[in-house]
Protein backbone atom coordinates (compact mmCIF):
# COMPACT_ATOMS: atom_id res chain seq x y z
CA UNK A 1 0.00 0.00 0.00
CA UNK A 2 1.06 3.65 -0.27
CA UNK A 3 2.83 5.25 2.51
CA UNK A 4 3.41 8.74 1.26
CA UNK A 5 0.88 11.21 0.52
CA UNK A 6 2.16 11.98 -3.00
CA UNK A 7 1.71 8.04 -3.60
CA UNK A 8 -1.42 7.97 -2.29
CA UNK A 9 -2.63 10.45 -4.13
CA UNK A 10 -1.69 9.00 -7.31
CA UNK A 11 -3.32 5.77 -6.00
CA UNK A 12 -6.51 7.81 -6.17
CA UNK A 13 -6.27 9.43 -9.27
CA UNK A 14 -5.41 5.82 -11.17
CA UNK A 15 -8.80 4.80 -9.87
CA UNK A 16 -10.62 7.85 -11.05
CA UNK A 17 -8.81 7.30 -14.48
CA UNK A 18 -9.42 3.77 -14.21
CA UNK A 19 -13.09 4.16 -13.77
CA UNK A 20 -13.31 6.89 -16.99
CA UNK A 21 -11.37 4.80 -19.09
CA UNK A 22 -14.06 1.99 -18.66
CA UNK A 23 -16.56 3.71 -19.37
CA UNK A 24 -15.26 5.45 -22.34
CA UNK A 25 -14.04 2.09 -23.75
CA UNK A 26 -17.26 0.86 -23.54
CA UNK A 27 -19.17 3.46 -25.37
CA UNK A 28 -16.11 2.85 -27.86
CA UNK A 29 -17.23 -0.83 -28.66
CA UNK A 30 -20.77 -0.03 -28.25
CA UNK A 31 -20.87 2.78 -30.95
CA UNK A 32 -18.51 -0.36 -32.84
CA UNK A 33 -21.45 -2.77 -32.53
CA UNK A 34 -24.10 -1.13 -33.63
CA UNK A 35 -22.64 -0.15 -36.93
CA UNK A 36 -21.94 -4.26 -37.28
CA UNK A 37 -25.33 -5.01 -36.37
CA UNK A 38 -26.58 -2.72 -38.96
CA UNK A 39 -24.08 -3.92 -41.26
CA UNK A 40 -25.57 -7.15 -40.43
CA UNK A 41 -29.20 -6.12 -41.27
CA UNK A 42 -28.08 -4.81 -44.14
CA UNK A 43 -29.23 -1.40 -43.13
CA UNK A 44 -27.23 0.87 -45.30
CA UNK A 45 -28.93 4.28 -44.07
CA UNK A 46 -28.52 3.72 -40.60
CA UNK A 47 -25.01 1.71 -40.75
CA UNK A 48 -23.63 5.43 -42.86
CA UNK A 49 -25.47 6.97 -39.58
CA UNK A 50 -23.83 4.68 -36.74
CA UNK A 51 -20.49 4.89 -38.83
CA UNK A 52 -20.09 8.71 -38.83
CA UNK A 53 -20.88 8.46 -35.14
CA UNK A 54 -18.52 5.68 -34.63
CA UNK A 55 -15.61 7.30 -36.37
CA UNK A 56 -15.96 10.20 -34.19
CA UNK A 57 -15.91 8.04 -31.42
CA UNK A 58 -12.99 6.72 -32.10
CA UNK A 59 -11.00 9.72 -33.30
CA UNK A 60 -11.94 11.19 -29.68
CA UNK A 61 -10.52 8.23 -27.97
CA UNK A 62 -7.38 8.06 -30.19
CA UNK A 63 -6.79 11.88 -29.49
CA UNK A 64 -6.94 10.79 -25.67
CA UNK A 65 -4.74 7.70 -25.94
CA UNK A 66 -7.34 5.33 -25.22
CA UNK A 67 -6.53 3.57 -27.95
CA UNK A 68 -3.38 3.91 -30.31
CA UNK A 69 -3.43 5.62 -33.77
CA UNK A 70 -2.93 2.59 -35.65
CA UNK A 71 -5.57 0.49 -33.80
CA UNK A 72 -8.15 3.41 -34.61
CA UNK A 73 -7.03 3.46 -38.62
CA UNK A 74 -7.88 -0.51 -38.52
CA UNK A 75 -11.42 -0.11 -36.98
CA UNK A 76 -12.51 2.67 -39.10
CA UNK A 77 -10.81 0.80 -42.10
CA UNK A 78 -12.86 -2.75 -41.11
CA UNK A 79 -16.31 -1.20 -40.71
CA UNK A 80 -15.96 1.07 -43.89
CA UNK A 81 -15.55 -1.85 -45.64
CA UNK A 82 -18.49 -3.48 -44.07
CA UNK A 83 -20.24 -0.53 -45.16
CA UNK A 84 -18.89 -0.47 -48.49
CA UNK A 85 -19.99 -3.85 -49.11
CA UNK A 86 -23.45 -2.99 -48.84
CA UNK A 87 -23.65 -0.99 -52.05
Same mark, same amino acid.
Given at each position: ?A?T???K??AR?A????A?N????????????? @??A???A !??????Q? $?FR??A *? @??D???? !???I???? $?AR??S *??????R?LA
Open positions: MNAQAKRQEVHRRAGQRTELRSRIKK @VRAIA !KDKSAAL $ADA *S @VIRMTG !KGLHKNT $AYK *SLNQGLA
